[in-house]
């Protein structure tokens, strides 16, 4: 049974689940005098897509830095499969199993894209110096690389780049980055992944090729939290929506009741949702 707890601002009281992959407690960011997260808590249900959105300036990518790893929260708590992860380095929440792209996609430019996938996977033995020269150990490495390189292949075929296997990341075009960040996400085993404007720079073709591959890892029960200014986006692909204003959790709900949600409506100064 799942197990709930509840969570009480000035304003409202969230029911945060505790069986949730990832659920965020009171977090609050502050930068000198400016909060930019003031006390929000959410969770994230395994198997599904859930939407974070928000005008300029909500919060929203500060919340994403605070949850992976790349700034300490003020206040508050992240949790991760029940296990505390504020204040870890991201590489250690990474190690974990909760992975995140970014809005401008980081490959090594200067490497192909089968290279950069080679690199992803946590804990390979050739990175240990003398496993890579030790002669009884070097077997082990040499077997391990060819267990990696065809997990590669088989995940640039999943997201129809293999064609693209030799050539530099840096030749790639913007919608190309994002399916190659989306594979070396995918390369190190997560269980959950947060993408930061996936469709940014993405051409109509790629971004529904991009949509198809999320819906079906989510199929395969991959967890995701996903922010994106695109409405359209939002309310056809995720079965719920977090809605940030002013550092806040303003609205949680389905597409539907978010449309329809009057606070919403007027922290988007009446832009169509």
């Known amino acids: 049974m799942s197990e709930t707890v509840e969570t009480t601002t000035d304003?409202?009281?969230?029911?945060?689940?505790?069986?949730?992959?990832?659920?965020?407690?009171?977090?609050?960011?502050r930068f000198g005098g400016i909060v930019a997260v003031d006390d929000t808590s959410f969770d994230v249900q395994r198997g599904t897509i859930t939407g974070l959105i928000g005008p300029n300036g909500a919060g929203k990518s500060t919340t994403f830095n605070c949850i992976t790893g790349a700034l300490n929260p003020t206040g508050g708590e992240v949790y991760?499969?029940?296990?505390?992860?504020?204040?870890?380095?991201p590489?250690?929440?990474?190690?974990?199993?909760?992975?995140r792209t970014f809005q401008i996609a980081r490959a090594l430019s200067e490497m192909t894209v089968l290279e950069n996938l080679m690199l992803a996977p946590k804990a390979q033995s050739?990175?240990?110096l003398w496993r890579s020269v030790m002669p009884g150990a070097r077997s082990g490495v040499v077997e391990q690389e060819y267990e990696v390189r065809e997990r590669v292949w088989e995940t640039l075929e999943f997201f129809e780049i293999d064609h693209l296997a030799y050539e530099e990341a840096g030749n790639l075009?913007?919608?190309?980055q994002k399916l190659l960040e989306m594979s070396r996400a995918m390369m190190t085993e997560p269980e959950m992944l947060l993408l930061d404007e996936p469709m940014a720079g993405v051409n109509p073709?790629?971004?529904e090729k991009l949509l198809d591959r999320i819906h079906s890892l989510r199929e395969d029960g991959?967890?995701?939290?996903?922010?994106?200014?695109?409405?359209?986006?939002?309310?056809?692909?995720?079965?719920?929506?977090?809605?940030?204003?002013?550092g806040k959790l303003l609205a949680d709900g389905d597409p539907?009741?978010?449309r329809s949600n009057d606070q919403v409506i007027e922290a988007y100064l009446g832009e169509d949702i």
Do not use: W
Request: hydrophobic share 35%; glycine share 8%.
């Open 173 to 176: 075009s913007g919608g190309q």
């Open 222 to 246: 991959y967890t995701f939290l996903l922010v994106e200014h695109d409405m359209d986006i939002i309310m056809e692909n995720c079965e719920r929506v977090l809605v940030m204003h002013q």
């Open 91 to 99: 590489e250690q929440i990474a190690n974990r199993g909760m992975v």
């Open 205 to 207: 073709t790629l971004e």
């Open 126 to 128: 050739g990175e240990t």
């Open 256 to 258: 539907e009741d978010i």
């Open 80 to 89: 991760f499969q029940g296990e505390k992860v504020t204040g870890m380095r």
């Open 11 to 29: 304003t409202e009281t969230t029911t945060v689940d505790q069986d949730a992959p990832l659920r965020v407690e009171n977090l609050e960011k």
